[in-house]
């Protein structure tokens, strides 16, 4: 009964009160947290609860079936015996209104009291779920959720006395970590948004000026153009024409704006660089783009749409004009998609949001946009256009083998994170090395792909490619498949796997202390009283490897890492699933529930829940306790600065400041 009058309620709550929003127990009560030391298996847990004025949180002495009920959590329950459960309050009775029934509550403030003794190593979790009540605002049951730490053997904290716990379930929070108190107060992370938006900007730039020299595009220009300035003599010619490369930019940002649209962007853009079906769809759709390049196939839009676009084309004005824009949109896009598609995946970062987007469609429509509008300006110059002839196949081509060897990052991408083990290392190498030849081949004549004309001559161009790409073959890709420590390469580094991913077994860089987990890495610093380097990186993360390859094996901070830390590198894209009693789940700033069920995932919310920060690589410094040295950093190419944040963050664990 008492239940179908809890629903009544609930669904009177929700028509009678409709405009007003039910407050969380994160606003009507405040909790704090602590544990006591009985003896040497049992504890007495604390939660204490500030009620904000106005509200009645139903008591445990309550009659009725609305009292506060401790729920341990699966993990918990095997190894903790709960003694007791108590309140300590003054209970207060009423008729209450809502709830057609006697109550009896509490007010101002509260605690609950767990004994508990411990069977096994582990944490003490679980949810007490409480009912509270505000005229006729009813909420409830609504779940508080608690975690009380515990070391290996058993002890919460492993000390008597009262101590301090996280706040909320969510066993990522290290509450000792202050990013605004820091033992030595240097270092800090320039998030670099604008740089880094600059860097897309310019990438789709130069994969728009790549899309003007591909067969789809770069005849259009001097016919474009001649038509416009025919069509309309003088100044109106000229402004229709830049106008025409206006709207070329305008198509290609308005394309990015779905991605604004709540929710659209959360699962595809903050996963481009990590997920393992995203990364292996991303192989196949290259393969395809790959083998259209080379001649073997077309792709095209269905001809029927882009002829009703076309028609459009014809209606005169600024409406026609735009519709001219969008026909060239359409018809270029078996050469544009690939190039735009492929720069922009590579460019996109796990947390960059649709901007990014945005940013990378914008200097490709612009550079696309431009020769439109210069040439209207100055048509003179289109006599200095090269022809157009089987250069123009020749540089498709050229791209189809570089969208090849993009295609096998995507595979190596999955690969990582998802410890497939079929492209390590070497054999990365040994692709990429066949892909080469295999250009070389072709530029040289000795490959046939379809519809190509022989090589009649050979040009200064020509010849200057091939001699770079035996050259770059030779010194860069041939040694990576060979087990040298020198095979690390600085200009490709980032893009192979890592140099510990190899066939030949082994490690190269930084190898003593190295451990993949928190709890283990703590555990060895206490032993070894040695401060904790949290690595946070990405299997799929092209920083994190070049800091690994060139910054690490550097002698002074190879040399200061192993000696004076304990190096913990934490996978945020591991896929590696948790033990089911380690599962958690939490809520964003929107209010969606979020399951975490992977290593990768559980050191992902780590990051930000404690360092307000999810680009990798980031880096920083805590004591054994778990207190904060140093401010964070993140990619740091210069060595010496690097250096300097390492002994900074050694002379405050040994110093205390």
Known sequence: MKYIILLLASVGLLFGQGAHAQESTKQIITWSYSAEKKGDQSYT?????????????????????????????????????????????????????????????????????????????????????????????????????????????????????????????????????????????IGGIDNGEGKGLLAIFGLGFIGGLIALITPCVFPMIPMTVTFFTKSAQGKKGVFNAMLYGFFIFAIYVLLSLIFYIPGVSSDLLNNISTNIYLNTFFFVVFI??????????????????????????????????????????????????????SLLVSALTTDGGPIQLTMGMGGFGLALALPFALFALFPGMMNKLPKSGGWLDTVKKVLGFLELALAFKFLSNADLVGHWGILKREVFFAIWTLIALGLIAYLLGWLKLPHTSPVKKFTVG???????????????????????????????????????????????????????????????AKKENKPVLLDYTGW??????????????????????????????????????????????????????????????????????????????????????????????????????????????????????
């Open 45 to 185: 847990l604390h939660l204490k609860g500030t009620i904000a004025p106005g509200w009645k949180v139903l008591s445990k002495a309550a009659n009725d079936d609305f009292g506060p009920v401790l729920e341990l959590d699966s993990a918990s329950q095997t190894r903790w015996t709960v003694g007791s459960f108590t309140e300590n309050a003054e209970a207060k009775a009423e008729m209450n209104d809502v709830l057609e029934s006697d109550i009896k509550y509490v007010e101002n403030a509260v605690e609950y009291v767990i004994e508990v003794t411990n069977t096994a190593a582990g944490q003490a979790s679980g949810v007490i779920n409480i009912f509270a009540i505000n005229g006729q605002e009813f909420l409830g049951p609504e779940p508080i959720p608690f975690r009380f730490k515990a070391d290996a053997q058993g002890n919460l904290a492993g000390d008597a006395g009262t101590i301090e716990v996280s706040k909320g379930a969510d066993p990522t929070l290290v509450p000792s970590i202050d990013l605004k108190n820091p033992v030595r107060p």
């Open 462 to 524: 020509r010849i200057g490619t091939i001699v770079v790409l035996l050259a770059f073959t030779a010194y860069y890709l041939v040694p990576g498949m060979l087990p040298m420590d020198y095979t690390n390469r600085g200009l490709i580094s980032g893009f192979p796997p890592p140099q510990s991913y190899s066939i030949y077994g082994g490690h190269h860089g930084v190898k003593p202390n190295v451990v993949n987990n928190y709890e283990e890495a703590l555990a060895l």
């Open 288 to 341: 395809i783009f790959a083998i259209s390049f080379l001649g073997f196939f077309e792709i095209s839009l269905p001809s029927s749409f882009a002829s009703k676009v076309d028609s459009k084309a014809n209606m005169g004005s600024v409406v026609g004009i735009f519709f001219m824009a969008v026909t060239l949109a359409l018809v270029s896009f078996s050469c544009t998609g690939p190039i735009l598609g």
């Open 540 to 657: 799929a993360c092209v920083n994190c490897r070049k800091m690994e390859e060139e910054v690490w094996p550097e002698a002074d901070i190879r040399k200061i890492i192993e000696k004076e830390y304990i190096l913990v590198s934490l996978y945020v894209d591991d896929s590696k699933g948790l033990k089911e009693d380690e599962f958690f789940a939490y809520k964003t700033k929107e209010g969606e529930k979020k399951d975490v069920k992977t290593v990768g995932g559980k050191y992902a919310r780590m990051q930000f829940v404690n360092f307000a920060n999810q680009s990798q690589p980031m880096y920083a410094v805590i004591s054994p306790d778990e207190k904060l040295m140093t401010l964070p950093v993140a990619y740091t190419p210069d060595a010496k600065e690097y250096y300097n944040w390492l002994k900074a963050g050694v002379d405050a664990f040994r110093t205390g400041k």
